[in-house]
């Protein structure tokens, strides 16, 4: 978790934000996205600074919520992540916390409360931030990014990539990009009163 000195911002509205997919290229393997390997391979997807500018411009928290369950699998060292997540935040300065988690995940294992789709992450950062969740939203790639934004009773968008794994709760709204999901939640400031069919900007 990293955060610097960043103040509390009472009853105000959060994005949380996963990362490998969604903020910066996957490696895709058999039809799965897996983290970077290094700071090498660590490369954002072409708008995100822009757009991360416009949720921040229109008063969003952001917030990064992200499993990276190489380091807890002896894989990936925390080192390396920690210097990826450095650099996140040179790129986009706009990011109020960094939340991680490096569980392994292993089956069998019991659940981890910040474990995605654990809200654990979510729920932290939303105490030590004071935001709103009832006014936030989780913008990801994965049934697990909507189900823990779903467990922890934001809106969710799922930016669909249609990898070879099911949806398990259907998220608020699909978009087929990072600016996409941006251009949804500008678009619905009050949250939206959402008709279930809805699921993406005409």
Same mark, same amino acid.
């Given at each position: 978790?990293?955060?610097?000195?960043?103040?509390?911002?009472?009853?105000?509205?959060? =994005?949380?934000?996963?990362?490998?997919?969604?903020? #910066?290229?996957?490696?895709?393997?058999?039809?799965?996205?897996?983290?970077?390997?290094?700071?090498?391979?660590?490369?954002?997807?072409?708008? =995100?600074?822009?757009?991360?500018?416009?949720?921040?411009?229109?008063?969003?928290?952001? =917030?990064?919520?992200? #499993?990276?369950?190489?380091? *807890?699998?002896? &894989?990936?060292?925390?080192?390396?992540?920690?210097?990826?997540?450095?650099? !996140?935040?040179?790129?986009?300065?706009?990011?109020?916390?960094?939340?991680?988690?490096?569980?392994?995940?292993?089956?069998?294992?019991?659940?981890?409360?910040?474990?995605?789709?654990?809200?654990?992450? !979510?729920?932290?950062?939303?105490?030590?931030? *004071?935001?709103?969740?009832?006014?936030?939203?989780? &913008?990801?790639?994965?049934?697990?990014?909507?189900?823990? *934004?779903?467990?922890?009773?934001?809106?969710?968008?799922? &930016?669909?990539?249609?990898?070879?794994?099911? =949806?398990?709760?259907?998220?608020?709204?699909?978009?087929?990009?990072?600016?996409?999901?941006?251009?949804?939640?500008?678009?619905?400031?009050?949250?939206?009163?959402? #008709?279930?069919?809805?699921?993406? !900007?005409?």
């Amino acid at each position: 978790m990293s955060e610097g000195s960043i103040p509390p911002f009472p009853g105000r509205s959060a =994005v949380f934000l996963d990362r490998d997919g969604t903020l #910066n290229r996957a490696v895709i393997r058999e039809g799965k996205p897996y983290a970077p390997g290094s700071l090498k391979e660590f490369e954002l997807f072409e708008g =995100v600074p822009a757009a991360c500018r416009a949720l921040h411009a229109a008063g969003y928290v952001l =917030v990064v919520a992200t #499993n990276q369950p190489d380091v *807890g699998r002896g &894989i990936q060292t925390q080192e390396a992540v920690e210097a990826m997540h450095a650099k !996140l935040r040179e790129w986009i300065p706009e990011i109020a916390r960094v939340e991680v988690c490096y569980a392994p995940g292993r089956d069998g294992d019991p659940p981890d409360p910040r474990r995605k789709p654990e809200p654990g992450m !979510l729920l932290d950062a939303a105490r030590r931030l *004071g935001v709103d969740l009832a006014k936030s939203w989780m &913008i990801g790639d994965r049934w697990r990014d909507v189900d823990c *934004g779903a467990r922890a009773g934001v809106r969710t968008v799922l &930016i669909d990539f249609h990898y070879a794994e099911p =949806v398990q709760t259907a998220p608020t709204f699909t978009a087929a990009s990072f600016a996409d999901a941006v251009r949804i939640i500008l678009a619905h400031p009050d949250g939206g009163k959402l #008709n279930p069919s809805q699921t993406s !900007l005409p």
